[in-house]
């Protein structure tokens, strides 16, 4: 019976994973952060097969199935250590979808030595018994006297996983960074790998880490491709269909006392960066722009929206009740550009073109974008005026 539920718990985990794979089959993102992801799934395949071959052939007699038994015995323990590595790396990521090449940090190689620790302590088990012994008479696995360690190793990585991982949400948080559906989904996504772990504690023979781990996955696989209808691909900010959708909800369902402004703004002279120096630095130019946007509207409350709607154009929407609070949020974003270009070792500067329109009662969408796009232009023509000078 407990094979049986055994076995028809690691088929639909098998069944999920197998979906996730056929579905990431035909992206091309390389980034960092979902090769670990692919390669996780890739592994909770494997680790889900061989657990379940190895518990059909867990008591049976025969030379052939005692042999069987400890290949896939040492199999499953080394794939079980080098799932949790990954889950680690995998949940201490961060720069939100860059390609980040941290994982060749110095430091990171560290974590090959209890991986290499545990592979010489698996494959020497058949002989020592160290971490585990399987009977030859009745083909049960029994536990050896240093499993403690193997386990240990695994749930080390799991826990330490968890503690970084709330530093990481802990910092987002406080810069208010208008994440907080995404920080709620990924510190439910960290706990069920974590209450797993203490569950195996009590009931050793529940098979409940790896399809926690595959339920955990399928939930970010989820959470990552409605991120792609709403979210752009470059900056990590919402994209055109997502501010759509809100400044639309916004102008339809006005609360009293409250005041809207929407801010259409510019890169000023993105072309001549993008005919300099390349379009890779271009797309660099618009990731530090989003970025110090971002910064620029943070620590405040959830009433503003930022997006990147296209090209080299963003959209703030903001909520006040304070009608002032408009020209405060301009003037910081040209202060943050200010100090930006101070510190900034890039052979240009960057600034902005910032133009703004309050909602009234009677504009609709286009009538408020018509608005804020004359006052853009109001903008740009005096910055273009002020470099012209300059020359």
Known sequence: METALFLEINIFSLLVLLWMQFKMMTSADRQVINIIFSDLVHLLICITITESCMAICDGVPGGAAFFLHNVLRILTSFLAVLISVLWFLFTVSEGKGRTQFWIVRRRYLLLLLPVALDALLQLSSPFTHLIFRIDRATNRCEPGSLLVLHVAIIFGFFIAGFLRKQ????????????????????????????????????????????????????MVFIDTQQQQISLDALTGLNNRRCFDLFIRNSLSQRQEGWLIFLFIIDIDLFKRINDTFGHVEGDAALVLVADTLRAACARRDHNIFLARTGGDEFIIVLKATDPRSAAGLKQKIHAAFAALNRKSDKPYNLGVSIGYAQAEDWMSEPDLVKAADKNLYDEKRLHHQADAARL
């Open 167 to 218: 530093r990481i949400l802990i910092g987002a948080w406080r810069n208010r960074d208008n994440s907080g559906d995404l920080l709620h989904m990924e510190q439910i996504f960290i706990l069920f790998p974590l209450a797993s772990c203490i569950l195996y504690v009590f009931c050793p023979q529940l098979p409940n880490l790896w399809p926690s781990l595959s339920l955990s996955l399928l």
